[in-house]
């Protein structure tokens, strides 16, 4: 059985971006890609809210994704492939990062998992990154996300550079799904089946390497 570890932010958790509320297990995109890969896979949901790349939040501490990558890592060890979705909280205006600084972060972020030796039998898991979709409409979240939108627009270019950087395979989920007009940063449940065949299908291309 392989392992795979969804590292994330609130869009791993599960949030619903029309209630306070979080979509059920069987329902987030999480629980989609166990089904379509099938029992010989072990799907790890590490979604935190609020998780950046790197920085630390004074307004929501212990939130730092790097700091936290490692004592989740070691505690699901042995791990076939670690599956990186952050970079949205990272867009917060009080954080003053380019599309460029984030992409940058989540190569740090892959380097770091690349270079652990948590895969089996001690070797080094592999890793995928996602981009996640450009912000859409902001509500209750304007002010927090001034700037947001061009920036997520960018991110693209910066996670396939990212990517190359470390070594690890890249999917824009920009490509399958869109954020929610709701709140402009979660994904509606619509969206959930469809980012998990995705996500899905890229995996079996990784592990048919």
Partial sequence: MKTIVCYGDSNTWGADPSSPNRF???VRWTAVLARELGNDYRIVEEGLNGRTTVVDDFNEPNRNGYKQLIPVLESQHPIDLVIIMLGTNDLKARHNRSAADIGQSVS???NTARATLFGPKQSRPKVLILC???????T????MFTGALEKSREMPRYYELAARWSGSDYLNTGDYIHSSNADGIHFDQDQLEPLGKAIAAKVKEIFEK
Avoid at 132 to 138: F, K, S, Y
Avoid at 140 to 143: A, R
């Fill in 24 to 26: 059920a297990h069987d």
């Fill in 132 to 138: 996640p979709p450009p912000i859409a409409t902001l």
């Fill in 108 to 110: 740090l972020l892959a």
């Fill in 140 to 143: 209750e979240f304007d002010g």
